[in-house]
């Protein structure tokens, strides 16, 4: 497991040169047919997207089956307006659960990251592996006495409790990429540091923090997209007057007997826009907490 | 003395918070949540203390691996993975190959086809349970509008209210959601293939599919890996989707984390528990000797 970010250049960056194909009739005719391939696969990806669009600006009118995938007969804001007074009280308590959630998972990993990269000692292996599989368990595995535990230790249902959860629940990835992150520092810029006087936390501080901005912003991003998502731990810990937005969209969608479309999914594109907008506006970092997560060198 | 403290004190100041949290959180719970798995901690009095707990060993294991029901969450469960892992991977596959070679508009393929990964499993649920309607005919919507309206009608079916395989249906957007990521991942590992390796062998006078045969699938292989471990151990712990548009009473639908979340709810602990170690020994024996050879592998290099 040694991707790193930089690693990603590979896919973000240029493709490869041109090959040299014999036939050049039958190189076009299969260029065309590639391009009618990926467009084909572009609008099945999204469709949903259109669903989403379209009902969410849907009024009561556009009801029938019929006009399921016609554009709305007269455009409404009525569902947005609702999702969002549904809405925007989760959508405020899940930002302050992911903010302090992904920095400290974040600081913590990178303290570990830097000690599993940068000093060998007996079991180093071990560790690791034993800190990596903590990101792969059921987390069904340890609900129940987890429950039991943050009952008994008086931590507020809510947030509070999950703010906790996903610091801890977090430590093995944030772990796995900073160590990935720090074995490409190399070895003589800290020993640099030994030599002028400077014990480990110096050199933590002061030469490895200010190094490693980039790998921050890809565990902040992915600690930010997985906490905000994050269902599971919403069920077990939270209610719907105290949890995050995931717990009140699906509230909102499969709360009554029939559910309101137009609202639900004005609410599904509400409760996506902050992910959506971090995936737009920071992709490539994005891409980076993908790989990093998964890939070995 | 002194000396192995400036020695092994740093380090261990740094890393010992999380040690200590993931010696707890994961390890120590794991072994509470086996205990009370052996327990007959069935009703609400005994969760709160109000009644009394005995030990039971292995019952609840047998009890449940003897229902049909839990039977029927297994078999599910199966079917969930081999429709989402085998959807994911062909499509995650043919959509990094095509994009491999020098194509226009590469960024904004590959961004789209990656897009639904940033969104939540619930927000896409709310979306999924419209287009995976099972009305059919006049009251159709959904996809089965849709095949209507494109001349495919015979393609219409009613999805996840199917009794045998509605939890395929459930995969649909689960492979809708992940393939761009195991796109992401095929597209690294063949721009990871040195361009003289596919030199060497075209020079050699390979034809295209030896050349795909013997050099580039095996240089994909890691990747392959890589990629049937994370999305197979996702798979495993499907949960959000079902939740989302399902709902968890639903049979057909129903997998054993949902049978977790259920016992949980009625307050059935000691089945709860059992059903999350049946779901940590599955993902075990997929995860760990994955771990185990590349840490071994990385330890070579």
Do not use: C
Request: net charge positive; charged share 10%.
């Amino acid at each position: 497991m040694t991707a790193t970010v930089e690693q990603l250049g590979s896919i973000t960056g240029q493709p490869r040169p041109q090959d040299r194909v014999p036939g050049r009739g039958r190189y076009a005719l299969g260029r065309t047919a590639k391009y009618a391939v990926l467009l084909f696969f572009l609008l099945v990806v999204l469709i949903p997207v259109y669903v989403l669009f379209v009902t969410s600006f849907k009024g009561a009118g556009d009801a029938s089956p019929t006009r399921a995938w016609n554009l709305p007969q007269s455009w409404t804001t009525e569902n947005w307006t609702a999702a969002w007074d549904a809405l925007a009280p989760a959508i405020w308590r899940t930002v302050q659960m992911v903010v302090p959630a992904a920095i400290i998972s974040s600081l913590l990993g990178s303290m570990n990251g830097f000690v599993l990269a940068k000093w060998r000692f007996r079991g180093a292996d071990l560790v690791f592996t034993l800190i990596l599989f903590g990101m792969f368990i059921p987390y069904q595995a340890v609900m129940i006495p987890l429950l039991q535990l943050v009952l008994n230790a008086g931590i507020p249902s809510g947030i509070p409790s999950l703010i906790l959860l996903h610091v801890i629940y977090g430590i093995p990835i944030t772990t796995l990429i900073f160590r990935n992150y720090y074995l490409s520092v190399p070895n003589e810029l800290l020993e640099a540091a030994r030599v002028d006087g400077a014990g480990m936390m110096r050199t933590y501080a002061s030469v490895v923090l200010p190094i490693s901005i980039p790998a921050f912003v890809v565990v902040l991003i992915w600690q930010f997209t997985s906490a905000w998502n994050d269902f599971l731990f919403a069920v077990f810990f939270s209610s719907s007057r105290n949890g995050p937005v995931t717990l009140a969209l699906n509230n909102l969608a499969n709360g009554a007997l029939l559910t309101n479309y137009g609202v639900s999914m004005a609410g599904a594109l509400l409760a996506s826009l902050p992910t959506l907008l971090v995936y737009v506006l920071l992709g490539k970092y994005f891409i980076g907490g993908l790989m990093s997560g998964s890939v070995k060198g | 003395m002194p000396r192995h403290l400036r020695r092994w004190g740093p380090p261990l100041l740094l890393i010992a918070p999380s040690l200590i949290l993931l010696a707890v959180f994961v390890y120590g719970l794991i072994a509470v949540n086996a205990k009370t798995s052996a327990t007959d901690m069935h009703t609400a009095a005994q969760t709160t203390g109000r009644a009394p707990v005995h030990g039971v060993g292995l019952k609840n294991y047998f009890d449940l691996l003897g229902s049909e029901a839990f039977q029927h969450s297994l078999r599910n469960l199966v079917i969930y993975t081999v429709v989402f892992l085998g959807g994911t991977m062909l499509f995650g596959f043919l959509w990094a190959w095509l994009l491999d070679r020098p194509v226009r508009f590469e960024g904004w393929f590959r961004s789209i086809y990656l897009f639904p990964m940033a969104i939540s499993f619930v927000a896409s649920g709310v979306v999924w349970r419209w287009l995976l309607n099972s009305n059919q005919g006049e009251s159709a919507s959904g996809l089965n509008r849709l095949f209507q309206m494109v001349g495919l009608p015979f393609l219409q079916n009613n999805w996840w209210n199917n009794v045998d395989y509605g939890i395929a249906a459930i995969a649909i957007p689960a492979i809708w959601q992940m393939s761009g990521y195991v796109m992401a991942l095929f597209l690294a590992g063949f721009r990871g293939i040195p361009e003289e390796l596919r030199e060497a062998a075209r020079i050699d006078g390979a034809s295209e599919w030896k050349l795909y045969r013997h050099v580039i699938f095996p240089q994909l292989s890691p990747v392959a890996l890589s990629a049937v471990i994370i999305v197979g151990h996702m798979s495993l712990k499907a949960f959000d989707l079902i939740m989302s548009i399902s709902k968890p009473a639903n049979y057909q639908t129903k997998v054993p984390a949902i049978d977790m979340y259920v016992f949980k709810s009625s307050f059935n602990y000691a089945n709860a528990a059992a059903v999350g170690v049946i779901l940590l020994v599955i993902v075990a024996i997929l995860v760990v000797p994955y771990l185990v050879h590349t840490t071994r592998t990385e330890k070579k290099s």
